[in-house]
């Protein structure tokens, strides 16, 4: 089994900074694709960001300029450093990856459990 366990959210006033980690852990041959999802109250989860094995990143336009996606391969983990944060940031953030494991298996889908951002104004 695979697991995603997130930590890094919290409280920010509007304007101020906080970075997310996400580790894997369990049977991993390899990770294709990691991510950053989130869901704000009332509203559906939507992407925030991507980041592929190789280092190729994707972001929503609302984050675009403000934050950045990272990852570090051989600790299976992946960042997210959130910039300029905005109320309408506030959401239960999600960490997401395709995780292959073994050599010849197939990949599945995986996520982790949330972490609560809040961004006061």
């Known amino acids: 089994q695979v697991q995603l366990v997130e930590s890094g959210g919290g409280l920010v006033q509007a304007g101020g900074s906080l970075r997310l980690s996400c580790a894997a852990s369990?049977?991993?041959?390899?990770?294709?694709?990691m991510a950053w999802y989130r869901q704000a109250p009332g509203k559906q989860r939507e992407l925030v960001s991507t980041?592929?094995?190789?280092?190729?990143?994707n972001y929503a336009d609302s984050v675009k300029g403000r934050f950045t996606i990272s990852r570090d391969n051989a600790k299976n983990t992946v960042y997210l450093q959130m910039n300029s944060l905005k109320p309408e940031d506030t959401a239960v953030y999600y960490c997401?990856?395709?995780?292959?494991?073994?050599?010849?298996?197939?990949?599945?889908?995986?996520w982790g459990q949330g972490t609560q951002v809040t961004v006061s104004s």
């Open positions: 369990g049977s991993i041959f390899s990770i294709n694709v």
């Open positions: 980041i592929t094995s190789g280092n190729n990143t």
């Open positions: 997401y990856s395709i995780v292959q494991r073994t050599y010849s298996g197939s990949a599945f889908q995986y």
